[in-house]
């Protein structure tokens, strides 16, 4: 029954004072399975989100290409509105499949809810602007994902809000430069590329300490490897393009977290329009089902190729966080299940030619940027990411000439190995 607020649309009385317009909560998940016990990251992924019994009785979730969703009459518009009918409105708020996504990654995560967004950068764009506000501060951690740091440092500062780095891992500095007004602690973990692990811990509490909220990118990571929830972290973000998705064959990006916390991200994703088509989750939802078979592979193909790549003449340095030699091993043990695809490595007494040649020879590799997908990708950060910048700002943010990015994809190790051999012979 319609509530004090509610117009009586038989009577004729004047229209309520509208409440909440833009997109409704996301509800709460429902279990799948009648088992109280917590369920394993294979079960979520296949199952999480999704009814037992769909349209159609189709055993998948169907894809539903709609702009817009239609009402029965004016009482189940303002049902819907006064939040007593959870349902679709339009298209930019929500579609059906969405919602599962968002709840299987929530699942995943082990956080109350998630919000979805067209890709990675627009979810980390979509969290800052809904809770930043002029005259506030962020400290970010350096090493990152360039496209983030550009965003806080170009663009931020356009909006009056500050972005203050420090070097990775210094967590005494992290908290030196919070001030009365710094609102969000920023990191990436493993951070791309040079795949430093952040003491979680450490980093929650000097947040807790100083009231100021955390954020933790775990792209490299995914929710198979990591848990910055379980360790009091506030946001996780992923792109989902990559490992989440698997397949190099969508964008997407999410962002985990608090149902309290993440209603202003969804309302503003609501006016942004950065929500993914039907089709795109579609895909998404498909890769996930193996999620867990495929993390396994790359966990085991990446520390398999960042083994033989640390005995090889030839490499000078390897950044993983699973091997013993990797500055951050022990956070990387402590907090990690498996250390992920990406092998980032130096060639010894290489120049930049030299370097891009051991690419160009790469068979199985082939040269792209992106990473987490069953294909294996291989690249030079310097002429991928990095080729406009000055050699003094490339100094600064830790890419040398030298430097290659492998994301292992999920082909046989032993392939892996050999492909390299000969690119490194070559
Ligand atoms: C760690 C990290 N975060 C965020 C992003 C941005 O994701 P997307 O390309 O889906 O916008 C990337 C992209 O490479 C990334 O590596």
Not at 148 to 166: D, M, N, P, W, Y
Request: glycine share 8%; proline share 5%; charged share 25%.
């Amino acid at each position: 029954m319609p509530t004090s607020t509610s117009p009586d649309t038989k009577t004729g009385a004047a229209a309520p004072h509208p409440t909440t317009r833009l997109p409704m909560a996301q509800p709460k998940p429902t279990a799948t399975t009648s088992s109280a016990a917590p369920q394993g990251t294979g079960t979520l992924a296949v199952h999480a989100g999704e009814a037992r019994q769909k349209v159609g009785d189709s055993i998948t979730d169907p894809i539903f290409c709609a702009s817009t969703y239609t009402f029965t009459d004016t009482q189940s518009i303002i049902d819907f509105i006064e939040q007593r009918q959870p349902r679709e409105e339009y298209g930019r708020y929500s579609n059906p499949g969405e919602r599962v996504a968002e709840q299987k990654l929530a699942a995943l995560e082990g956080a109350e809810s998630s919000v979805l967004f067209a890709s990675g950068m627009a979810a980390f764009v979509g969290v800052l602007m809904a809770k930043l506000n002029q005259g506030d501060e962020v400290v970010f951690f350096d090493e990152c994902y360039r496209r983030s740091r550009e965003f806080c440092i170009k663009h931020l500062a356009r909006f009056g809000v500050e972005t203050k780095t420090v070097r990775t891992g210094d967590y005494d500095a992290m908290e030196a430069a919070i001030t009365p007004r710094t609102r969000m602690l920023i990191s990436e973990s493993p951070t791309n590329p040079h795949q430093s692990c952040i003491d979680l811990d450490r980093y929650a509490e000097i947040g807790r300490r100083n009231g100021v909220e955390t954020m933790i990118d775990a792209t490299l990571a995914t929710p198979y490897n990591l848990r910055p929830i379980d360790a009091g972290i506030d946001y996780v973000l992923h792109s989902c393009t990559k490992y989440l998705g698997g397949h190099n064959d969508l964008l997407a990006g999410s962002v985990a977290g608090s149902f309290e916390a993440l209603e202003s991200v969804r309302n503003l994703r609501g006016i942004m329009g950065a929500i993914n088509q039907p089709q795109t989750v579609y895909l998404l939802l498909r890769g996930l089902k193996t999620f867990e078979l495929r993390m396994q592979r790359h966990n085991e193909n990446g520390l398999a190729v960042a083994r033989y790549l640390e005995a090889h003449p030839r490499i000078e340095k390897v950044y993983y966080p699973g091997l013993e030699s990797h500055r951050d091993h022990e956070h990387a043990t402590r907090y990690m299940r498996g250390f992920g695809g990406l092998v980032t490595f130096l060639v010894k007494d290489a120049d930049w030619r030299g370097t891009a040649d051991v690419v160009d020879a790469a068979q199985l590799g082939r040269i792209a940027p992106s990473l987490g997908g069953v294909e294996t990708l291989i690249e030079q950060p310097l002429v991928m990411s990095y080729y406009e910048c000055t050699p003094e700002e490339r100094e600064s943010f830790g890419i040398p000439d030298n430097m290659i990015r492998l994301s292992c994809g999920i082909e046989d190790a032993a392939d892996l190995i050999a492909d390299l051999e000969q690119a490194l012979r070559a």
